[in-house]
């Protein structure tokens, strides 16, 4: 069974960073692209950056390129996502998916982003 469990989210101010991370399970990793969305209050899921199975591709939504960075470690079977210079906008529950560009599932239970002054 897949498993996705994500953590890392919290409360910050505009301009302040948060590192996400997604525990995975259930499958091979190494061998599996995968990507970040996010949904905002309101919101439908969007699409936020995504990263080949080996780690040395990646792809940014283009409002957070330059500001977020993914990575994986495929020994430890984890995904991080690297949030930086955060805007309000940015607010959001952020779910790890199984594979390229999709919103899943699978997809793991989420890790909410808040920020605000």
């Known amino acids: 069974e897949v498993q996705l469990v994500e953590s890392g989210g919290g409360l910050v101010q505009p301009g302040g960073s948060l590192r996400l991370s997604c525990a995975a399970s259930?499958?091979?990793?190494?061998?599996?692209?995968m990507s970040w969305v996010r949904q905002a209050p309101g919101q439908g899921l969007e699409w936020v950056s995504s990263?080949?199975?080996?780690?040395?591709?990646?792809w940014y939504h283009d409002s957070v390129k330059g500001r977020f960075t993914v990575s994986r470690d495929n020994a430890e079977n984890i995904l991080y996502l690297q949030l930086n210079s955060l805007k309000t906008e940015d607010t959001a529950m952020y779910y790890c998916v199984k594979g390229f560009m999709t919103f899943g599932p699978p997809r793991g239970q989420g890790t909410q982003v808040t920020v605000s002054s």
């Open positions: 259930g499958f091979i990793f190494s061998a599996s692209d």
């Open positions: 990263i080949n199975s080996g780690g040395k591709r990646t």
